[in-house]
């Protein structure tokens, strides 16, 4: 009797070890790298459609050590608007694209981010920066004489580190390091009238 309470016992066990094990690999998933769109929208006001999003940034150690040391990071958000077609690619109506520029000052021991429209933001730490970097708000995109009534239309967003801007020995390590191939999944929403 005693041998058959202990076999039910090593099952619970077994069980328990197993949820341990699925609970490790799941936990990397939620502090990874990247960049992560979390949600876009666009309303339309007065005429214009206007975007608003909330991107996730988590910069991997590499560009957070290269920030450190002076090298500025330019980070750009691409938006398109798109037409779905059946049979053939679907059709781009506009786009848009936004550059953004976050340096780190040795001396003040502050971060700094440019925004597009050229307005630089200071922050006390890198998390702080990259949250202000993250929230788009009331971004104009486009005139809604764009759009014909009665036809779909969905927008889709991507934002990614711009190698490009990168200086040159770092650019050539850009193409090998996958740490500075830094870009977020597409992601996708209606536009409504």
Not at 16 to 42: E, H, M, T
Not at 118 to 123: A, D, R
Request: glycine share 4%; charged share 15%; with cysteine.
């Amino acid at each position: 009797m005693r041998y058959c309470a202990n076999s039910n016992h090593k099952p619970t066990t077994v069980r328990q070890w197993y949820l341990f094990f699925c609970l490790l690999l799941f936990i990397p998933s939620v502090f990874a790298d990247g960049i992560f769109i979390r949600k876009a929208d666009s309303t339309l006001v007065a005429g214009i459609y206007r975007l608003d999003a909330q991107i996730d940034y988590r910069l991997p150690s590499e560009l957070q050590e290269a920030l450190r040391n002076g090298v500025t990071l330019t980070l750009m958000v691409e938006v398109e608007v798109l037409s779905p077609r059946n049979y053939w690619f679907d059709e781009s109506v506009t786009s848009l694209t936004q550059h953004y520029q976050l340096s780190f000052h040795a001396l003040s021991q502050k971060y700094q981010l440019i925004k597009s429209s050229g307005q630089p933001s200071i922050h006390d730490n890198l998390q702080s920066a990259l949250q202000a970097l993250g929230k788009l708000n009331d971004i104009p995109m486009f005139e809604s004489d764009l759009l014909q009534a009665h036809e779909n239309y969905f927008g889709r967003i991507q934002a990614k580190l711009d190698v490009a801007k990168l200086p040159m020995p770092l650019l050539l390590l850009s193409y090998v390091v996958p740490a500075w191939q830094l870009h977020s999944e597409w992601y996708t929403w209606p536009i409504q009238d």
